[in-house]
């Protein structure tokens, strides 16, 4: 069985910077087993994919939209990735989902069997 809890979320302005995390609590598999994403979803519009990350770290990918401004990371011995956002815009503002699924494969599509209940993220400008 897989949770998912995010957290981090919260009202910033636009140039900010913020960290979210995803605690995952895992039983019968080790953490380090499961590929990590980070999905998040705007009013009015689809969800889409923000950033991705292997079970040790060493790949990570990112949407256009987010690249040199995100970063993804992962604390195998916490159970833990995160996502640092730096100098967020308004047009970030969304609820962030962290999602998971067991396997080495990076995928940027939404089909990920594990789903946390997101953090939502304001950025006001």
């Known amino acids: 069985q897989v949770q998912l809890v995010e957290s981090g979320g919260g009202v910033v302005q636009a140039g900010d910077s913020l960290t979210l995390s995803c605690s995952c609590a895992?039983?019968?598999?080790?953490?380090?087993?499961?590929?990590v994403a980070w999905f998040r979803q705007a009013p009015m519009k689809e969800r889409e994919f923000v950033s991705v990350?292997?079970?040790?770290?060493?790949?990570?990918r990112y949407a256009d939209s987010v690249k040199d401004r995100f970063n993804i990371s992962r604390d195998n011995s916490r159970n833990t990735v995160y996502l640092q956002m730096n100098t967020v815009i308004p047009e970030d503002t969304a609820v962030y989902y962290c999602?998971?699924?067991?396997?080495?494969?990076?995928?940027?599509?939404?089909?990920?069997?594990?789903w946390g209940q997101g953090t939502q993220v304001t950025v006001s400008s």
């Open positions: 895992i039983s019968g598999r080790a953490f380090s087993s499961y590929t």
């Open positions: 999602a998971a699924r067991i396997g080495s494969t990076i995928r940027t599509e939404d089909d990920y069997r594990y």
């Open positions: 990350i292997n079970w040790s770290g060493g790949i990570t």
